[in-house]
């Protein structure tokens, strides 16, 4: 998989594990996130059981050689206007969508149809207490409407300039208004900050980023990959599935399988899993989708398919990298799962003997573990 710079600077593998994180997973121990997430997704410890644990991924970043996300087309509409920017009633010449359509209302005509004329009831005027137009300031302020409040987007902090992002992705900013760029792109770097310790708020900065450049593949991955890590699966599916039509990217194909499982689809995550853009993923590309392959496998009470769909991956690999470590510790959990304790138990050591950055709780899984074998022996 490949790392989406809008919102990662690590992949997948570097993130993963069972903390209290949005997405699903297991395996870490990172904060933050909400939602319940299950085991074996990219990015989590990949763990065996149905039920799983609770977790977020680390996110669906990834290192695929699939190339940068990029968006097809113009930003706006035509004439250069910014996305969302419209003339008729109910749109701002911001682009932002109008929060009501009585006149007189926020987004709405301040006049009525003529200047000394009736109403549009045909009704005259009013000038009575109220009238006027100056009292307007004691009538109770209309609520933001959720498309209002979905564009303006979470609070940005002041020291978010917009130059932070990514070279490569400000680039793609440039065919809009700069000021319509800036607020994309500030929107853009808070998601970035927010994705590990708040991924709810991270989505919706990112939601904010797609009112204003819904035509941009690259944020359209930005809004799939927050979806996915606030653990809304359904919503994280159909964005990447947009970007995907819009620039070909396949890097995102083991988090869209993992989506599926989360619906409840296993066997839709499998027919992405013998997708043949896999063959050309990097090993750890590979070793992602081959996690979530096993844990459709173990969806499906297939043990024995997922155990050999993980015994064909490279377990025995010497690099002491991430994605190795999250292998071994999804073939113990799936060991346990087809009731080989002791197996199970020597996987988990061998895990934690490669896991130096401990994004695994493999140690403990292996503690626990004997305790119930010498109870058992006993």
Request: with cysteine.
């Amino acid at each position: 998989m490949r790392v989406v710079p809008a919102l990662r600077s690590r992949t997948v593998a570097e993130q993963g594990g069972r903390g209290q994180g949005a997405g699903r997973g297991g395996g870490g121990r990172r904060p933050g996130g909400q939602g319940q997430g299950r085991s074996g997704g990219p990015g989590g410890s990949g763990g065996s059981s149905r039920g799983g644990q609770q977790g977020r991924s680390g996110g669906p970043g990834g290192s695929a050689g699939s190339g940068r996300p990029g968006g097809q087309g113009r930003p706006g509409g035509r004439g250069g206007k910014p996305e969302g920017a419209g003339t008729g009633a109910g749109s701002r010449r911001d682009g932002a969508p109008s929060s009501g359509g009585r006149s007189g209302g926020p987004g709405g005509s301040q006049r009525g149809p003529g200047r000394g004329g009736s109403s549009a009831g045909g009704g005259p005027r009013r000038t009575g207490p109220g009238g006027a137009r100056g009292d307007r300031r004691d009538e109770p302020r209309v609520e933001r409407s959720v498309a209002q409040a979905q564009y303006d987007g979470p609070e940005l902090d002041a020291d978010i300039t917009g130059q932070e992002l990514d070279r490569n992705l400000a680039s793609q900013l440039k065919g809009m208004p700069e000021k319509l760029a800036t607020r994309v792109a500030r929107h853009l770097v808070a998601a970035t900050r927010l994705i590990e310790t708040d991924p709810e708020t991270a989505y919706q900065h990112t939601l904010a980023a797609r009112a204003r450049a819904s035509r941009l593949g690259m944020v359209r991955e930005a809004v799939g990959e927050a979806a996915y890590a606030a653990g809304h699966y359904k919503e994280a599916l159909a964005e990447l599935r947009a970007a995907k039509r819009m620039n070909g990217a396949t890097a995102y194909l083991p988090i869209m399988a993992d989506c599926h499982r989360a619906l409840g689809q296993p066997e839709q995550a499998l027919k992405l899993a013998q997708s043949p853009s896999v063959k050309g993923f990097s090993a750890e590309a590979k070793a992602e989708m081959t996690i979530v392959e096993a844990g459709a496998r173990l969806d499906l009470g297939q043990t024995d398919a997922a155990l050999r769909t993980l015994e064909l991956s490279p377990l025995n690999n010497k690099t002491r990298a991430a994605w190795v470590v999250r292998l071994r510790y999804v073939y113990a959990e799936a060991l346990l799962a087809a009731g080989r304790p002791a197996e199970a138990l020597e996987w988990f050591h061998r895990t934690h003997a490669f896991d130096a950055d401990e994004i695994t709780d493999a140690a403990d899984r292996a503690a626990e573990l004997e305790k119930k074998l010498d109870s058992a022996a006993e």
